[in-house]
């Protein structure tokens, strides 16, 4: 199993890298180089701030989500979680063991590792699911060569929009089905759906998810456009949008270096496709990334400040456990003997002479 999934991650980070490779040697390192140069003083400070705005929305929904599977967590705590998440996210191969840690975190805090995963699956579910039903309208509906493509091979779309919409009842009846049974994955489904009922469906908490998913989607669209003006694209945001959303979209693929590989390789397609120039969509794209691991910035610190706090927590002396003083032992009485006098009466004798009383007489 862990041979398995070394082979996978391998193969993901070099996923990753084939294709900022083959994007580079087809436009040239200079486009790509440009994303580090283009960028100023008012763009990073831009990232920060909307960076900031994102993470808090989606601490919150974190929180909710936690909240709705019965756990307890604190905006305060979520927002620190997921800063140093989306620091190693954006730092670390996989673009996920942030999420990972965070979740952990959280389940042992609680004292139930498996409900703290589940919250933060949720968590990340709700968003990608929000990405997908925004980017799909847009893409639809909004000229773009994702829609010149679904207009040139209209059958073949309409084929696996169908294959995909009966995909997705099979598995839901097959869901409903097994909820029926007594087994164990009858047991683990039925607890899937109702978790997924009371995090994200419930009306307490389904409201507050969808607006901050929404909210988090403009902010990452916002970063692009920051990253589109520093790369002196003049389009309009509705000529942009689609191009943004499909980059989006593919970041959330599984072959990546910390984010970095098919939003590049996409972005310079979709421009190219556009009319627009594949190496400007490049520029843009490496720009976007490096905006956002801006963004992530301030996880370093509390990251940092965490591993002082443990480290000084390590190092520190621990009090000597109080013993109790052995109990002082009560003085013992010292007893003085009282002589004891005995009287001997005398002898009384008919006619005797009987001395003088004195008291008693000392035997």
Request: charged share 15%; glycine share 14%.
């Amino acid at each position: 199993m862990d041979v398995n999934r070394s082979i996978w991650a391998w193969l993901r980070l070099m996923g990753g890298a084939g294709i900022l490779a083959l994007v580079m040697w087809r436009l040239g390192t200079g486009a790509f180089l440009d994303g580090l140069r283009v960028l100023d003083a008012g763009a990073l400070l831009a990232a920060l701030g909307i960076g900031a705005a994102t993470t808090l929305l989606s601490a919150w929904r974190w929180c909710l989500v936690a909240r709705g599977l019965g756990m307890r967590l604190t905006l305060k705590d979520a927002t620190a979680d997921y800063y140093q998440a989306l620091f190693l996210n954006a730092a670390l191969p996989g673009g996920i063991l942030g999420d990972v840690g965070r979740a952990v975190r959280h389940g042992k805090g609680e004292g139930d590792l498996g409900r703290g995963v589940r919250a933060v699956v949720l968590e990340r579910t709700a968003g990608q699911i929000v990405l997908l039903l925004v980017g799909v309208a847009v893409l639809v509906s909004v000229p773009s060569p994702v829609f010149d493509l679904l207009a040139a091979h209209g059958p073949l779309a309409a084929a696996v929009a169908g294959g995909v919409a009966m995909a997705g009842i099979g598995i839901f009846l097959g869901l409903r089905r097994l909820r029926a049974g007594r087994s164990k994955a009858a047991g683990a489904a039925r607890t899937g759906m109702s978790e997924i009922r009371a995090g994200l469906l419930s009306r307490r908490n389904g409201p507050g998810v969808l607006l901050a998913s929404a909210a988090v989607l403009a902010g990452h669209l916002a970063t692009f456009m920051v990253a589109a003006r520093a790369a002196g694209s003049a389009a309009s945001l509705v000529e942009l949008a689609p191009l943004l959303l499909l980059a989006l979209i593919a970041m959330g693929l599984p072959v990546n270096i910390g984010g970095w590989g098919p939003r590049e390789g996409v972005m310079a397609w979709a421009f190219g496709a556009a009319g627009l120039s594949a190496a400007q969509g490049l520029t843009i794209a490496v720009a976007y990334g490096i905006l956002a691991f801006v963004a992530a910035a301030p996880g370093a610190a509390v990251l940092v400040a965490r591993l002082v706090a443990r480290r000084v927590e390590q190092t520190a002396p621990q009090p000597r456990p109080v013993q109790n003083p052995a109990p002082a032992m009560a003085a013992v009485p010292v007893v003085v003997p009282v002589p004891v006098t005995r009287t001997i009466p005398a002898l009384v004798r008919v006619g005797a002479r009987q001395p003088a009383y004195s008291g008693g007489v000392t035997a």
